[in-house]
């Protein structure tokens, strides 16, 4: 299993451009996020996905559009890139249902916007 | 909505020494505390959660305390090593959703 895998690695993008980042999963995991990494904020939520077809927002969904057309892809897109959205993008997965379950993450998408 | 405040942001102890780091909660709904670990250039990894039903889980080396009361969770690293040198980030469950809402983070140097 390859588990959770991101595309691209890197990406440097000119401010006004747009892009996708993809995410796939392996793991017939229902529930899937992304999240940026920006030094000494933590990992913050962008949008996230209970299931194929649906989507919703997060701590900081500005800027950023999703979709989540087949269970195992969740598409994280940038419309129009400014320089705050510089960061290191993670998507992630866990298990549906009521109970806590563990969120495995992809290696990250390094994105630099100039 | 949850809010996640953890600490120290930077922790450096001589290697076979104890680390701790500490991280508060501010819902009382929130009923799952897990703990993961990022090295230099790499995905976070869960190490280790905790339940709001149980108040300290141990695995090895690293142990978690949780304090419902208030609302305080913290990891304990014994005997550390300098593979132990990472960001550790806390995380709380909000109550009801599968949302995690994460810690800063606290970046651990351990020395030989």
């Known amino acids: 299993n390859a588990g959770v895998t991101q595309t691209p690695k890197f990406r440097v993008l000119k401010t006004g451009q747009s892009m996708t980042l993809l995410c796939a999963q392996d793991?017939?995991?229902?529930?899937m996020y992304w999240y940026r990494q920006d030094p000494g904020m933590g990992l913050r939520l962008i949008h996230y996905s209970v299931g194929e077809g649906t989507t919703a927002k997060g701590e900081v969904p500005d800027g950023y559009n999703v979709s989540r057309l087949k269970k195992q892809n969740f598409l994280l897109g940038l419309e129009s890139a400014a320089p705050s959205q510089t960061s290191v993008y993670f998507c992630?997965?866990?298990?549906?249902?009521?109970?806590?379950?563990?969120?495995?993450f992809g290696p990250g998408t390094r994105l630099t916007v100039t | 909505g949850e809010n996640v405040e953890q600490h120290p942001s930077t922790l450096s102890v001589q290697e076979g020494d104890s680390a701790v780091i500490k991280c508060t909660y501010s819902?009382?709904?929130?009923?799952?505390f897990p703990w993961y670990k990022q090295e230099l250039g790499k995905r976070p990894q869960l190490i280790i959660d905790i339940r709001s039903n149980v108040g300290e889980k141990k695995d090895q080396r690293i142990a978690v305390t949780l304090n419902k009361t208030a609302k305080h969770f913290s990891l304990h690293i014994t005997e550390t090593q300098p593979e132990d040198s990472a960001v550790y980030f806390c995380a709380a469950r909000e109550g009801g959703f599968q949302k995690l809402v994460f810690g800063t983070g606290t970046r651990l140097l351990v020395s030989p």
């Open positions: 992630a997965s866990s298990y549906g249902g009521q109970g806590p379950s563990e969120q495995y």
């Open positions: 819902d009382s709904a929130s009923n799952y």
């Open positions: 793991m017939n995991h229902e529930y």
